[in-house]
């Protein structure tokens, strides 16, 4: 059966490999509606091409000139109201949230509530309020596919898995390491912008490039899974995996490991997302496991780059501080980002935030996880003033 996607972040790294996928499948994928933030010439070209009857520009200023750029009959919406309008369409079947930050929170909420399959690329979403969308999620039937390429293969070995998560001991994330995997720690202050920039393996947008450098990237995974496959944080592990061939894995009980193998591109996890529980064949490249004939895998550097025990800090403690810590890091980059602080600024910030915060229990109140969201981003800038 085809099935009906929405993208909302069409014009990033993320929704550019999901049109990929479709053009590769279109006897399964249909794209219905497209969302960019300020992109207009890129929005305008992907919708031309697939021939959608409805987009949203976020940036409100952007419209006119969208308009200008599409075929007369095309509806136009803007901002997190033009979100949610599509992640609502009658005509979708699957909302794929790709939208970096916290704006994918309430279209994400709006979908479940009408009925709609969410394919998640948005690791914000779930770091900031995954009980509350797993729940609601559960509530209405809606599946939840993870389209980070870690979650989706963890999600891909827990299929057949009928004992739930009591059969699971430990899920295990892989991690590339990023391009300062073998950097001394007492160079990590010198590092620079465009070096932060040069990911090893993988093309993504400036954020979470920096994130995969950092090892936020991957600690915000840890507390994405924690959601996704309700397993406690303590068994939520992570191995570096430098040629990011095995894209994670988990062990069972019994001591047995099941990993998901495959090449380094999004669309692999994308296509599985839209055609689950079923599988197609398309034209991404096989591995030939004689070719790359050995796999090495080693211990992260825990001490060297915090963020990860930051990231178990912050979902052992549960609450509003998972919120926090995503929200403090969103302006702790930017701060580097802006030359305002060094590469090891970056998590020092965010401990400090973490060290300062009251997190508070939001029994599924969005409005006081946005609360702690607002406090976590004032301090950090605060934090980050007092460095310049």
Known sequence: ???????????GSIGTSALKVARDIPERMEVVALAAHSNVAKLAEQAREFKVQHVCIYDSSMVAELRRLLPAGVQVYTGLEGLCQLATLDCADMVLVSIIGTDGLKPT???????K?????SKEILVMAGEVVMNRAKARGINVLPVDSEHNAIYQCLQGNHGGAGQVNRLILTASGG??????????AAVTLE????????QMGRKITIDSATMFNKGLEMIEARWLFDIPMERVDVIVHPQSIVHSLVEFVDGSILAQLSSSDMCFPIQYAVTWPERLPNS?????LAQIASLKFEAPR???????????????????????????????????????????????????VLSNARPRDYEGKLGIILEDDAWAREEAERIVKTKI
């Open 302 to 352: 825990w001490d060297d780059f915090p963020a990860l025990t930051l990231a178990r800090t912050a979902g052992l403690t549960g609450g509003t501080m998972p919120a926090m810590y995503n929200a403090a890091n969103e302006v702790a980059v930017q701060a580097f980002v802006d030359g305002k602080l060094s590469f090891p600024g970056i998590w020092e910030t965010v401990e400090k």
């Open 117 to 121: 399959d969410l394919a998640i690329a």
């Open 284 to 288: 991404l490249p096989h591995l030939d």
């Open 1 to 11: 059966m085809k099935k009906r996607v929405v993208i909302l972040g069409s014009t």
């Open 109 to 115: 909420l709006e979908a479940i509530e009408a009925g």
């Open 179 to 188: 391009p300062f995997r073998n950097t001394p720690r007492e160079q990590l």
């Open 195 to 202: 070096q932060a920039l040069k990911h090893p393996t993988w």
